[in-house]
């Protein structure tokens, strides 16, 4: 078991930002991709990015690109993601995972984080 561990959640206005980070803790999954997700009420979880730890390659859907970025820091062994331009459509609890696979689908990564509530107001 690998902990990751989320931060960075909160309220924000539409229109506004936030950046999230993901530490993982205890072990160094650089050879890993590291995604994430996000699920709102009643919805299932959707994919909104992913990296690789190893090149810095990344992936977006078309609903977050140009809005959505993600990084990493290998030296704290994090993985951040920064939104702009937020919508309330963007509520939800955002989590980050790990996995070896490059994929969209959540049931293919193998670590997850507990989750941070991201709400937008209107």
């Known amino acids: 078991q690998v902990p990751l561990v989320e931060s960075g959640g909160g309220l924000v206005q539409a229109g506004g930002s936030l950046r999230l980070s993901c530490a993982a803790s205890?072990?160094?999954?650089?050879?890993?991709?590291w995604g994430w997700f996000r699920q709102a009420p009643g919805k299932e979880r959707e994919f909104v990015g992913r990296i690789s730890w190893s090149t810095g390659d990344t992936y977006y859907p078309e609903s977050v690109k140009e809005r959505f970025t993600i990084s990493r820091d290998n030296a704290k062994n994090t993985v951040y993601l920064q939104m702009k331009s937020l919508k309330p459509e963007d509520t939800a609890v955002y989590y980050c995972?790990?996995?070896?696979?490059?994929?969209?689908?959540?049931?293919?990564?193998?670590?997850w984080g507990q989750g941070t509530q991201v709400t937008v107001s209107s």
């Open positions: 205890g072990r160094t999954l650089s050879s890993y991709l």
């Open positions: 995972a790990a996995g070896m696979i490059a994929t969209t689908v959540a049931g293919a990564y193998d670590y």
